[in-house]
């Protein structure tokens, strides 16, 4: 049947610039500009918020993660190319475009998509919950004399003291601004010396306060809420007795990323600025978000103050941060939400667990591979439980693992402990540069070594990005390694919330290649070779490279070359040359992207064979698989890289290759899967629109992640 789109209003960031006849195949046209890229992602999340299929309270929570990302792209992306054009980088982009050209194209996108977020909150979704589940968020004017006095007695009893007013004067200078805080600017007059004052005031958490039904305190079962800056300003004059308040609005500010910080999401545009200009200190504030109604008094005051340009301040007509909104979108109202998901346990896991006898889970990897895919099946029972069974098993001598994020109160690191308690030995490597992270790992770093675990810092210069655990064990006077790799941290938090893969092999090869990984990261021993295991930085890259050449031959000998590679993200420019030159040999060619992705498909006589897809779901993909045809005898990996330049180059990566035909199948049904879906799947074009597809009339519903829950059911029957 005809693939049918839908008609959701997305406005398109990426500009490409008209492709030059006979253009090679570096020229800046074939490629899609990154940031611009990364925008368009956001407005495919924004989607999610718009649709109407979507739960009412998804669709809140899509909002808040929309808002969250936007945060975080201003802070890295654009905070990284103020330090560029500040330090007069005069390299482009693979796009052609310099860090100013970027900037005004980026501040066009960021203020359409964040105009377009808000207005889809304040016109569409905050009615749509107050008509269907009596969730209001109310303004002070809005409230009767009874909820004013239970709130002017909370006011008092839980906030009034806790605010800090700043003044600005010759004997007050204008106060830091802390990152992405809401606070109130007031301007304030005194009517005796007739001269005009500016305080700030920032605003506490929570930020939603709960306002009661009536005024007997009766909930009526409604939920209604108040923003705090409302009640605050309500207040305002008490705080400034003898002051005449002439405003109070709130505003909000987002500051570069620390230059100090190799910054995760940034290091590509940081490592463009020399080691003094980084240390400078460029503009620290990038973005000012005003109320609509600030007076234009206070606004130039603070654009004064915050050393910005017009083009920084964007004007919110209405809530301000709606990164709040995940307040509101974790109200228990099941109806209203995505129907609740349980993992389910991996057959050969659940099976084993009847008998007296139950084999360990030793014993039921040395039967074969186990591939396991969250949230579809049970990380607990499956990734969680190998290492507990470590930590107690008296065989076991030694367990090694990469710790790139974990949950706060973490099962993972309470087994370690216990292992290196029972005398195992127990190495881990912490990568204390995980972005938001840092502080959390440096906590559990420390608690581990005063545990006896060997702790390690990851490599200088290079992130530690890889999931591996290295599990070496006595059996019979042999010595014999098992393994998980996969594709996902070690967090069972987000393994409920990620779509990630993990292998659990005894196989020798690659139990000896993830021995060499670790001797590489906790010693010295960069000339490490790999039997089966790509590992960057440096073989993956080349390793990935020969086999895209292997399909060119293919499809040169026989005319069946056949790629399929699913990841987070594509942008390494070699990779995508290289994609270029399979699809020009005429190799079929399917990505399946999540986020941005810097290759434009369909172009005649370029891409006219490479198709790139987007899924976006509930949950948030995040697996990589990659899939050659060799001439019928498929090779099919899984890792953690995707095809990136800073994966490829700025990291210590792992991928391997899944060799049991049954699990070969498991991954390529997966891939076709994703393929096939006519419900959450966007096709990119080479203009750089997504469209969203649609079943035809009479057309079968095929959506990806539904589909995967399905399986996951199906394989424990």
């Not at 600030?294 to 130039?300: G, H, I, L, V």
């Not at 005051?301 to 509101?328: A, M, S």
């Not at 891939?671 to 203009?687: F, K």
Request: glycine share 4%; aromatic share 6%.
């Amino acid at each position: 049947m005809t693939t049918q789109y839908a008609a959701i209003p997305i406005l398109r960031a990426v500009n490409p610039t008209p492709l030059p006849d006979g253009a090679s195949l570096d020229t800046p046209a074939l490629y899609f500009n990154k940031e611009l890229s990364w925008v368009d992602f956001n407005w495919r999340v924004l989607a999610l918020a718009m649709d109407e299929r979507t739960p009412l309270l998804e669709r809140v929570k899509f909002v808040a993660i929309t808002a969250s990302n936007l945060d975080e792209f201003v802070q890295k992306r654009i905070g990284g190319l103020r330090r560029q054009e500040a330090a007069d980088v005069r390299q482009l982009s693979d796009d052609g475009r310099t860090p100013t050209e970027q900037l005004r194209l980026l501040h066009h996108a960021t203020t359409q998509i964040h105009s377009r977020m808000t207005a889809l909150w304040e016109n569409e979704l905050k009615p749509r919950l107050a008509a269907e589940a009596d969730v209001r968020l109310l303004r002070y004017a809005d409230l009767n004399a009874g909820q004013r006095a239970h709130l002017h007695e909370h006011f008092h009893a839980e906030i009034y003291q806790v605010l800090t007013p700043l003044a600005v004067d010759p004997g007050h200078p204008f106060p830091f601004i802390s990152n992405l805080s809401l606070s109130l600017a007031v301007v304030l007059r005194n009517r005796k010396q007739q001269t005009t004052h500016f305080a700030r005031i920032k605003l506490p958490r929570p930020r939603l306060l709960t306002v009661p039904g009536d005024a007997e305190g009766d909930s009526t079962g409604q939920t209604l809420l108040l923003p705090i800056e409302q009640l605050v300003a309500a207040h305002i004059d008490e705080l400034f007795p003898g002051m005449e308040v002439v405003s109070a609005h709130p505003f909000r500010v987002t500051r570069n990323a620390d230059v100090r910080r190799d910054e995760e999401e940034a290091e590509d545009l940081l490592e463009m600025i020399s080691a003094e200009l980084r240390e400078r200190r460029f503009a620290a504030v990038v973005r000012l978000e005003v109320d609509k109604a600030m007076p234009e008094y206070d606004r130039q005051l603070l654009v004064r103050e915050l050393n910005l340009r017009p083009e920084d301040v964007y004007e919110v007509d209405g809530l301000l941060d709606l990164t709040c909104l995940f307040q509101l979108a974790n109200i228990n109202w099941p109806a209203l939400k995505y129907a609740a998901w349980e993992p389910v346990i991996p057959l050969r896991l659940q099976l084993e667990g009847e008998s007296k006898d139950t084999p360990d889970i030793f014993a039921i990897i040395r039967q074969g591979d186990l591939l396991v895919h969250h949230p579809y099946d049970s990380f607990a029972a499956s990734t969680q439980r190998l290492i507990e069974e470590a930590a107690e098993d008296p065989q076991v001598l030694a367990i090694k693992q990469t710790l790139y994020r974990t949950s706060d109160d973490s099962p993972i690191v309470k087994a370690l402990i216990r292992a290196a308690e029972k005398g195992k030995q127990v190495a881990v490597l912490v990568e204390v540069s995980a972005r938001f992270d840092e502080a959390n790992n440096i906590e559990w770093a420390q608690i581990l070594e005063n545990a006896g675990v060997h702790v390690t810092y990851g490599l200088v210069g290079l992130k530690t990005h890889t999931k591996a655990t290295l599990i070496v064990r006595s059996e019979r006077e042999r010595i014999r390694t098992y393994c998980h790799i996969g594709t996902g941290n070690y967090n069972p938090k987000t393994a409920r919330l990620y779509t990630d893969l993990g292998l659990l092999t005894c196989r020798p090869e690659l139990g000896r290649d993830v021995v060499n990984l670790f001797h590489f990261l906790t010693g010295y021993a960069p000339g490490q070779r790999y039997e089966q295991a790509l590992v960057a930085p440096e073989h993956m890259r080349t390793r990935f490279e020969a086999l895209i050449d292997a399909e060119i031959a293919h499809q040169q000998q026989t005319g069946d070359g056949r790629i399929i590679a699913k990841m987070n993200g594509l942008d390494d420019k070699r990779m995508v040359r290289r994609l270029y030159e399979a699809s020009q040999a005429g190799v079929q060619i399917d990505l399946i992207i999540r986020g941005h992705c810097t290759l434009r498909p369909g172009l005649p006589g370029y891409s006219d064979n490479i198709r790139v897809i987007s899924i976006l779901g509930r949950f948030l993909e995040h697996d990589r698989i990659f899939y050659f045809h060799n001439h019928g005898k498929p090779i099919t990996i899984i890792g953690s890289a995707d095809w990136r330049t800073r994966n490829l180059t700025r990291r210590v990566e792992l991928a391997v290759p899944v060799t049991d035909p049954a699990l070969q199948q498991q991954l390529i049904d997966i891939l076709h899967t994703a393929l096939a879906d006519n419900r959450s799947a966007w096709e990119l074009d080479a203009e750089g629109y997504y469209r969203l597809r649609l079943p035809a009339p009479g057309e079968e519903v095929r959506e990806f992640q539904p589909e995967m829950m399905a399986a996951a059911r199906r394989r424990t029957e």
